[in-house]
């Protein structure tokens, strides 16, 4: 009889599959390399990296089942939670509430300098108005980059509003972001809001709850793993 194997989806087991099912699944993508797998006579869940039948290319996996990665929470059964649409939402208003009050105050303390500029332009057209207007949307823009991108690309993983719902930003490895993609992933906010905000709405109906800026970015957002007591 061949083995069957079972993986974790949205924290509930799925199964059972056989391991030419499961290698599709790894192929295509709806099975990542952090996701969990299990088979019967097995102590414990773990990694579908770890399996080499998945990804005979990847290196051989160590002797010993890994302990969770400590950036994830596993609830029972095991799998990786996905950060929801409400949840995120939530984490982004409270985000735009700490934001609110230091980029009003910066703004309007550039607008105040270039106002006298802004009005000797005026005389001469919009076409001169304009360069120096948009100068003044600069330090907000400025602020909320380097808020997200340096916030998630930090070993906290997170923003301060996303740290208050408990959830995190990674790669599709799990692994926490560089700057650079951080930045990536910030700046493709702006597709997503482009198109109506349907790029948002996507992480309430994706596999991973995946918003459009998080696939362009290759990003998940997950919960944090509770911490757990030690006997």
């Keep these: 009889m061949a083995e069957q194997w079972f993986h974790a989806h949205n924290g509930k087991p799925v199964g059972p599959v056989s391991i030419e099912a499961l290698r599709q699944l790894a192929h295509s993508g ?9 088979k019967e006579g097995m102590p414990a869940w773990v990694e579908a990296r770890m399996i080499p039948e998945l990804w005979p290319e990847a290196t051989p996996p160590p002797p010993h089942i890994p302990q969770a990665p400590l950036n994830y929470y596993y609830p029972v059964g095991g799998a990786v939670v996905y950060a929801g649409f409400w949840r995120r939402f939530v984490a982004y208003v409270v985000d735009c509430i700490i934001l609110y009050i230091p980029v009003l105050v910066i703004n309007g303390a550039v607008q105040y300098v270039i106002r006298d500029p802004i009005l000797s332009a005026s005389r001469r057209g919009l076409l001169q108005v304009l360069p120096i207007a948009m100068t003044g949307s600069l330090p907000g823009l400025l602020i909320n980059w380097l808020y997200y991108a340096g ?4 070993q906290l993983q997170a923003t301060l509003g996303k740290m208050a719902l408990g959830i995190i930003v990674t790669d599709l490895e799990g692994r926490r972001l560089s700057f650079g993609r951080a930045t990536g992933r910030y700046f493709a906010k702006w597709i997503s809001t482009l198109i109506l905000y349907i790029g948002f709405l996507m992480a309430g109906f994706t596999e991973r709850k995946q918003a459009l800026h998080d696939m362009i970015a290759n990003c998940l957002v997950v919960k944090k793993q509770l911490p757990t007591a030690q006997a």
């Design 151 to 154: 916030m998630e690309s930090s």
């Design 30 to 38: 709806a099975l990542a390399p952090i996701d969990l797998v299990w």
